[in-house]
């Protein structure tokens, strides 16, 4: 932490500064520049509250130098986190595909699009249960019933299966019957939900807020990760932006960025990212090219009765095809799929 | 709802809009043009899912006419929305200022910030029991002692009370202990959270998401209309954007907009829409220039040592001082305070 | 200038760090903590290229303490600027309002305007005669016989006239027919126009980047500023984030931010920064109660045939009444108007 | 073009605006729905200025069915737009590379870093002549001087050469020295320079402006080919969202949009995308399997001691492995490079 004085600041108001420092717990050292002075506090291995300094008659400005977060670091954990999964490992050399519908809608749709998934090489299935949706006149999942119906789909498919969980009460029923609790974008940062997920030790799938930095991601995954629940996996799926042509701008730089701030696995949703299925195919190579650890890609078997995303979700034929052209991409980079 | 046809749609595919449009239970209007066709369907007083006809072969675009909001929406309720509290009335003639600590730290902080703020006019109290902190290992709230710290200082100054919620299960507790249920800029969007707000039949004071639009922000408070609890406060507390001067962009725009679209109360919240306490005097005065029902404005005692937020927070003597100026503000708009 | 190095530094990168700060002319302070490095070299009155030690071995990153503007800071010169003008005082006591048409379209159209702004007190008066345009169908303005209109106006009313210039080429020009040179906000970052204004010694009102930061208005001022050049008016015209409700979100807190900042006299536009005429009374109070030193509003005769911005325009009527609410306000925050 | 009426809106509203369109050239239709009417105008091949509509009494919105760029669309030429340029051909079915310094800085780092790319497959090689910096204290390019360097390499090395120009009344000389102009972000909206551009006959490299949709991007393009100057190629380089991880955000969704609504070729440019040479290889293989007909790559021989934007370029050796690992990845999406 470095403290920068204001032009002109006071020896007196130096000293406090340097007096607040060691009263924290840190070794001050102050160098006095031609025009500025700083205090500088080296060993911050816990940050003070970020206010305490601004308010200090004549500081100009504090800057950390230690990241906030800590278990989700490379600093803390060196080696890629690898988590096996139903005879597939995420984090690890191949690209994991996880595929769906946006909202279980029938048993009957569920089983149909599993199979075909399952065909195409697919390990984990996804479907909403309960449905976060901006308006309440709109569908809003069908509830247990829709867990039910993933249950039955995942003994009978034997895909491994993950469902979003909508708040901190619901964590404990949800991770009966699912493998991977996902969190939503709108909930990147309901931190009593982080807290359950954490607690539940089930595997975790962080969706980044909509407006949430990579920082802010992180430090959501810490939340999880304190819980010494290791098995959370990342996933960019668009940012708000500016820029109305896609649903949301797919922040594809995200994908290395968290390589190198993070050992945790990072995955990548091309179908919320860009809100169009013919983005999709396109997005998700990039994706895969960017060295994401795998893809969240919605399937509908007929995507203009869907309930929900019907727009952003690819047909079966289709996903199959990019299945075998993402198989050219991977290896392109390295990877299996 | 006017589904545009792409230039070149046969009229196989134009039928076949239509007889969707019909069996959706509209009533299709056809409009051939030189280049383009388009399928209007007048009467949509309940949207269909938004994805129907975008996949439809030859469709080009839908454009939706009514807006998705109808409780919270000036058509449905043309008055505005008064809600009588503590002998004040938020969405009246007078400008509501609410005040208080980001956290609750301790009884006498808490007395001491209420007795002062209680001389200068203030009619409710703010302090937070549970704290969304973006870090896990930062000062998370007093949790229940905060909340009867609270309800103490409450009984003994006879001030209402506000404080945020922040999970669904948490919403039966904490309306026991206070006058309005805050709904925080990360749970906008929390549904959860939002139906057990309605139900609560408490007020609620809902701020903006700081990634959400006004329509959003609308939405959800439709949400806790749905549930017929009509006592919804709506809060402007900035949004994100590129810049960095201040901690969020206060859009204050979005005070007179909201009051064309909506008849419920519009606050504003100068401390969080800034983050540092010398833009709060000139934005609260903008803030009920603009048209704002009221402001909510950080109060610490000594900022300095605040355990959160103290760099946005006033001392009491500057908002007491604050508080005169802002009388000036509304009387040149044809309010009190 | 701080250069923080990477855990695990070797005393080599520290020391090639110390020594490339020695040879671009500052003193090398090192800090040594139990984790971290810190080479600080106080004194930069000039900023070397900020790449120069990102790339060096065993750093982390770098920060600036310095401010990059010097000219157009209050470190600088402490005082207000004030600027007279035709009578008024531009950053002085008095809010000065500029307004005008969008375009100039013709002399009637402009001399009625322009006697209905006088009667009003209005000092300045505005119009486009190049008129930077999306797109190139659409009408670009009257160009030089456009100037010539304002030149006439401008002598039978006794009014100053402000009108934008597009391009270094033309300022030579425009500068004999106006009073004040307009730099728009598509143009904050033309940089040989930048220079062009600077040499011309004519007051510039320089606007803000839709999506240019605060820093970066005040750079864009420093390059006419080192120009010896010092009579630049800034102004916030709203900028762009994901809100549509808005034609762009008008970001009051740079009042106060700029007015810290900088000594300069600093203007709203709420008719850009808002789009459309209803919001203009409010946020137009609110800006001068966040501090404004101006506005600049668009006053079209009859809106609905403007050749462009109609929608954001006010008619006289409307502009007059305005005049007599802002007098209130201004009252309220000790300025006149 | 389609008018919304407000609900209750009198005949005599909706006539009005049936005339006013009909006074424009364009068919009225008017279809009235059990809350709502509408207007439509079809057959609008030239839009009104938009703010014809929204000031009727009546009237709530304004939708447009057309696109407002037409030259770039791909209604007006179905097949890509091909250039050849230097024994390659843009917007075919090779990728593109151009690469070099961020500046040019004298004739000898020219020279070897042209040598180097030219063995490495290069075609094409960039170098600013001319530097739109931030602040006007910094480094602003060698001017005339840079241009004869370029001048000169070209001729030695036999590779094209692209430049930036940045205003009107630079093009005429630049275009001599040169093969390609290039526009940059922050004059994509420059338009007296976007019409000196199209007139000067030349190819022109228009990059995206970092605070501009995609929409305007093409109507950017539109100024240049309404001056019959067809060999535009549009450039993505990433725009400006609140996340500061990066330098901007790589907007790599663009890339597909744009070639479905333009038949122009599509170049990315990485390095300024991001702004950290690590994330140049993997964002350059994104770009490439998400479609893009091209890269612009800095590379310089010494980032440490680059004049500019150092901590983005590539060293020579680290740029041949990059050029090497791209062709798998081209090769697995159908392109060679």
Chains 1, 2, 3, 4 share one sequence.
């Not at 996933?235 to 042509?245: H, L, M, S, W």
Request: negative net charge.
């Amino acid at each position: 932490m470095i403290v920068i004085m204001k032009m002109g600041a006071t020896p007196e108001q130096i000293e406090a500064v340097s007096q607040k420092v060691q009263s924290l717990g840190f070794q001050p050292h102050v160098v006095v520049g031609e025009k500025l002075t700083i205090v500088a506090a080296i060993g911050d291995q816990k940050r003070p509250e970020p206010d305490v300094f601004e308010l200090m008659d004549g500081v100009q400005k504090v800057t950390y130098i230690m990241k906030p977060f800590k278990l989700a670091s490379r600093d803390f954990k060196a080696e890629d986190t690898v988590i096996p999964l139903n005879g597939t490992q995420i984090g690890g050399q191949q690209v994991v595909v996880m595929a769906g519908p946006c909202s279980v809608e029938s048993r009957e749709q569920m089983l149909e699009v599993a199979c075909a998934l399952k065909e195409a090489g697919v390990h984990i299935l996804r479907g909403g249960a309960f449905k976060p949706r901006t308006s309440p006149y709109t569908f809003q999942g069908l509830g247990m019933k829709g867990l039910e119906i993933l249950a039955q789909v995942r003994e009978e498919t034997g895909l491994a299966v993950v469902t979003e969980v909508m708040g901190a009460e619901q964590v404990p029923t949800v991770a009966q019957y699912v493998d991977i609790l996902q969190i939503g974008t709108r909930n990147m940062q309901n931190f009593n939900l982080l807290h359950a997920a954490g607690e539940s030790g089930k595997p975790v799938l962080l969706k980044r807020g909509m407006m949430s930095t990579i920082e802010e991601l992180l430090m959501s995954a810490e939340y999880i990760l304190s819980h010494q629940n290791y098995r959370v996996i990342l996933c960019e799926r668009g940012i708000r932006t500016f820029e109305t042509a896609t649903r949301n701008t797919l922040d594809l730089s995200a994908v290395p960025v968290l390589k190198q701030l993070s050992h945790l696995p990072v995955m990548v949703d091309p179908s919320h990212g860009t809100g169009h299925w013919e983005l999709v195919p396109p997005m998700s190579k990039a994706a895969v090219a960017a060295g994401a650890d795998g893809l969240l890609i919605e399937v509908h078997p007929d995507p203009e009765r869907a309930m929900s995303d019907g727009a952003q979700s690819l047909k079966p034929e289709r996903f199959v095809r990019l299945m075998s052209e993402l198989r050219g991409v991977a290896a392109a980079v390295g990877r299996s799929l």
